[in-house]
């Protein structure tokens, strides 16, 4: 018997797991499960939400960057939440809105990137994984319509083109490639408003490291879904790098030493605003 059903599900493997779940079990998918409704506009779920995500092009590669807050309602639900992950080894996928189901969702993107290797034995290429990432955002429509969506940000290093590119999108599973630099997340018209003026062309690395804090600082100064660099408990954002050499977290020793300086700099300046 466990023979006759290990080959019918080898029979049946294809290069995506997500439709290997969704044919023989559904009930895994993160936007498949029950217990989960009953939200309504005038008495919403109360869940962690994830904010913000910034992401630019530098020279040779792209940066993705996340504050460390998690909100429930007006109250702070976590410090410390990671909210950039390595959706494998030449891209990475930032995450903002329902924390619970885009974490699983992201676990889920790095599986299926994996599975597709292991069976194809050859990367997915970076249009295929931002059209699949995509896919399994759309599958999460019915929740999102819940008031449970899941708003991602992804990056990665074009190992055919040999340059960095960035793609955001929307709850439906509309994908649309960014230019430069894009944000999302409740804090990301401020961050945005950051980037326009801070980012420029052929960015060093270092560079594109403390402009996504400079961002993420605005964000956190006009946003109270978003933090800031926490001096006192030693947080810092996370922030990943993706070039042609593969992904790599940048230090927190990095990160507080850029932190420190900006901070440092709008002390000295005693700017208001």
Do not use: C
Not at 111 to 131: D, F, M, P, R
Not at 230 to 249: E, I, Q, S
Request: glycine share 10%; aromatic share 6%.
């Amino acid at each position: 018997m466990q023979e006759s059903t290990a080959n019918k599900v080898a029979a049946n493997a294809t290069s995506s797991f997500t439709e290997h779940l969704q044919r023989d079990r559904p009930e895994l998918l993160p936007f498949n499960r029950s217990g989960q409704g009953g939200a309504t506009a005038a008495a919403p779920l109360q869940v962690p939400h994830a904010t913000t995500i910034v992401a630019m092009s530098y020279n040779g590669g792209v940066l993705m960057a996340g504050d460390r807050r998690a909100t429930m309602g007006n109250v702070i639900a976590s410090r410390h939440i990671e909210k950039v992950f390595p959706a494998d080894r030449y891209s990475v996928l930032g995450i903002a809105g329902t924390a619970g189901i885009a974490i699983d969702l992201t676990r889920l993107f790095q599986v299926e990137l994996e599975h597709y290797e292991k069976i194809e034995g050859t990367l997915l290429s970076l249009e295929g994984k931002a059209n699949r990432l995509g896919a399994m955002i759309r599958g999460n429509l019915p929740m999102a319509l819940q008031g449970l969506a899941v708003v991602p940000l992804f990056a990665g290093f074009d190992t055919s083109a040999g340059v960095g590119r960035l793609f955001s999108y929307d709850v439906t599973g509309g994908r649309y490639e960014e230019h430069e630099h894009h944000t999302v997340g409740s804090g990301s018209v401020f961050a945005r408003g950051a980037l326009k003026k801070l980012w420029r062309p052929n960015l060093s690395a270092e560079e594109a490291v403390s402009v996504a804090i400079e961002a993420l600082f605005d964000a956190a100064d006009d946003d109270s879904a978003t933090g800031g660099p926490d001096t006192v408990r030693r947080l810092w954002p996370v922030v990943y790098a993706v070039d042609n050499t593969g992904t790599r977290r940048v230090a927190d020793e990095q990160l507080a030493a850029a932190s420190l300086s900006v901070i440092e700099a709008r002390t000295i300046a005693g700017r208001e605003a």
